[in-house]
């Protein structure tokens, strides 16, 4: 699957209502910015996981719920959320 800024914003959304359990139209979008990450797993690592060291550019997504901010990380062919619970975790890879 090939990512856009929309859809993996979109897929985002879907993925922390379904974590938290609550209505997907409960999350706001705070915000989608350009980014470059430090690496191919885009910042993001999960533990173990090794990656390509080069400059990744993506998307930093910025989604709230309930006061609390969560932020997923994509590019055009992976989406992750960062500090989950203190752990990282690849969505769609």
Excluded: C
């Excluded at 997923?72 to 975790?89: P, S, V």
């Amino acid at each position: 699957m090939s990512f856009t800024r929309n859809s993996a914003a979109q897929l985002a959304k879907s993925d922390l209502a379904g974590r938290l359990n609550v209505d997907v139209t409960t999350i706001t979008q705070r915000s989608i910015s350009d980014e470059d990450f430090p690496d191919m797993s885009l910042g993001a690592g999960e533990k173990g996981e090794t990656s390509a060291q080069m400059i990744s550019s993506g998307w930093r997504i910025s989604l709230g719920v309930k006061g609390k901010t969560y932020e997923y990380r994509a590019d055009k062919y992976q989406l992750r959320l960062r500090n989950f619970d203190g752990e990282n975790h690849v969505i769609e890879s």
